[in-house]
């Protein structure tokens, strides 16, 4: 049943298209001609677009996911002595933020769609946790509700790690508007990235807003004075002049994410545990993750057929040798799911065969 020399890569970041590709040089035209390469007026154009997008007050560019929620986390005096709950299951900047603050990361468990528990967050509250820090695993937004109510009932914090979930929504609000703060990876590798290193903070607050644009360079305010020690996180006005390019096809991007995501759903939920998407919610499916007890020889299968396939965090975050000595709760779901984890491909290239390929692949395994 294999066809031949056939190959479904996981990704492909490469610009082919000729039409896109003009667009991205006319506007690095642009910024090379103005000559204001960092900070300069595409940025600014830049927030305002996702603030209005995301339908939060304000947004502050920076220049990476990673410092995204370091500065989050900084500008609400998260430091040492603290304690930020976070999910045992993400991409390890999300403790890495927490740490380089001097805080401690504190590990909750997953529920069965990947996200934080919030039973496991509410058991794991102490005098001394003043953030919580779900993240919108592979692209599905996180139970806001549930955990914003445990927020408000000991007045903690939310920063939302919303870096895989660009554009995903439940009941129409979008994911990275329920939070206090919020934060966005926009890297290559992202459903909205852009051509190099980039990220972006949201905050409903003025006063953190411009706590967060000194924070951005230096902690300086007006080039003079140094109001605390801090990094440069200023974003590239090249990568704002592209994204603002990209933002304009990101919900056919989303879509077509989601259009791949419904023929897998619909082919192989018999024989693997799919995604489960919920009325009312959009999914952004920055991965699509199955779980299998047959992940070994299946990726052996898949490879064999040409079919890249990927395990995206294969160590939970609290078993990292960083991290072993850190704080947890109890984390049974997550250490049962985490070697079940595969991530198959899923992109705005492939084509409704491509993904028909890929069922078909997965069907033969299982019935063989
Ligand atoms: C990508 C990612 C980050 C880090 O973003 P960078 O832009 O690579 O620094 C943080 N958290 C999660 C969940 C991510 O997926």
């Given at each position: 049943?294999?066809?031949?020399?056939?190959?479904?890569?996981?990704?492909?970041?490469?610009i082919?298209?000729?039409?896109?590709?003009?667009?991205?040089?006319?506007?690095?035209e642009?910024?090379?001609?103005h000559?204001?390469?960092?900070?300069?007026?595409e940025?600014?154009?830049?927030?305002?677009k996702?603030?209005?997008?995301?339908?939060?007050?304000?947004?502050?560019?920076?220049?990476?996911?990673?410092?995204?929620?370091?500065?989050?986390?900084r500008?609400?005096?998260?430091?040492?002595g603290?304690?930020?709950?976070?999910?045992?299951?993400?991409?390890?900047a999300?403790?890495?933020?927490?740490?380089l603050?001097?805080?401690?990361?504190?590990?909750?468990?997953?529920?069965?769609?990947?996200?934080?528990?919030?039973a496991?967050?509410?058991?794991?509250i102490?005098k001394?946790?003043?953030a919580?820090?779900?993240?919108h695993y592979t692209?599905?937004?996180?139970?806001?509700?549930?955990?914003?109510?445990?927020?408000?009932r000991?007045?903690?914090?939310?920063?939302?790690d919303?870096?895989?979930a660009?554009?995903?929504?439940?009941y129409?609000?979008?994911?990275?508007?329920?939070?206090?703060?919020?934060?966005?990876?926009l890297?290559?590798?992202?459903?909205?990235?852009?051509?190099?290193?980039?990220?972006?903070?949201?905050t409903r607050?003025?006063?953190?807003?411009?706590?967060?644009?000194?924070?951005?360079?230096?902690?300086?305010?007006?080039?003079?004075?140094?109001?605390?020690?801090?990094?440069?996180?200023?974003?590239?006005?090249?990568?704002?002049a592209?994204?603002?390019?990209r933002?304009?096809s990101?919900?056919?991007?989303i879509?077509?994410?989601?259009?791949?995501?419904?023929?897998?759903?619909?082919?192989?939920?018999?024989?693997?545990i799919?995604?489960?998407?919920?009325?009312?919610?959009?999914?952004?499916?920055y991965?699509y993750?199955?779980?299998?007890?047959d992940?070994?020889?299946?990726?052996?299968?898949?490879?064999?057929?040409?079919?890249?396939?990927?395990?995206?965090?294969?160590?939970?975050?609290p078993?990292?040798?960083?991290?072993?000595t850190?704080?947890?709760?109890?984390?049974?779901?997550?250490?049962?799911?985490?070697?079940?984890?595969?991530?198959?491909?899923i992109?705005?290239?492939?084509t409704?065969?491509?993904?028909?390929?890929?069922t078909?692949?997965?069907?033969d395994?299982?019935?063989?």
């Amino acid at each position: 049943m294999k066809e031949k020399n056939k190959t479904v890569p996981f990704l492909d970041l490469r610009i082919t298209n000729t039409e896109d590709r003009q667009k991205l040089l006319n506007v690095i035209e642009k910024v090379m001609t103005h000559g204001r390469f960092i900070m300069g007026p595409e940025v600014e154009l830049l927030e305002e677009k996702i603030a209005a997008y995301i339908d939060m007050p304000y947004a502050i560019c920076v220049n990476s996911g990673t410092d995204a929620l370091y500065l989050a986390l900084r500008s609400v005096g998260v430091g040492p002595g603290d304690e930020v709950i976070t999910t045992a299951l993400s991409w390890i900047a999300t403790a890495n933020a927490i740490a380089l603050c001097g805080a401690t990361p504190v590990f909750a468990d997953i529920s069965d769609d990947l996200n934080i528990d919030p039973a496991s967050v509410a058991s794991l509250i102490t005098k001394k946790t003043k953030a919580i820090m779900p993240v919108h695993y592979t692209g599905k937004v996180c139970d806001m509700y549930s955990l914003n109510d445990i927020a408000n009932r000991y007045d903690i914090t939310v920063i939302e790690d919303a870096s895989q979930a660009f554009g995903a929504s439940l009941y129409g609000k979008r994911a990275g508007s329920y939070g206090d703060l919020s934060c966005f990876s926009l890297n290559p590798m992202k459903v909205f990235g852009a051509l190099g290193e980039a990220g972006v903070i949201l905050t409903r607050s003025s006063a953190l807003q411009q706590r967060l644009i000194s924070l951005r360079y230096n902690g300086m305010e007006n080039r003079e004075v140094c109001h605390e020690p801090s990094l440069n996180g200023r974003i590239d006005t090249l990568q704002a002049a592209i994204l603002l390019v990209r933002l304009d096809s990101v919900e056919t991007t989303i879509e077509k994410r989601n259009a791949i995501a419904q023929i897998y759903n619909n082919a192989i939920s018999e024989y693997v545990i799919t995604p489960c998407i919920m009325k009312d919610e959009r999914h952004a499916f920055y991965t699509y993750t199955i779980q299998t007890d047959d992940r070994k020889k299946l990726i052996q299968y898949l490879e064999e057929a040409g079919i890249e396939v990927k395990i995206r965090d294969s160590i939970l975050m609290p078993n990292q040798p960083a991290y072993k000595t850190e704080i947890h709760g109890k984390l049974t779901n997550s250490e049962r799911i985490i070697n079940r984890l595969l991530s198959i491909p899923i992109h705005e290239k492939m084509t409704e065969k491509d993904a028909v390929y890929v069922t078909n692949s997965i069907i033969d395994f299982f019935r063989s």
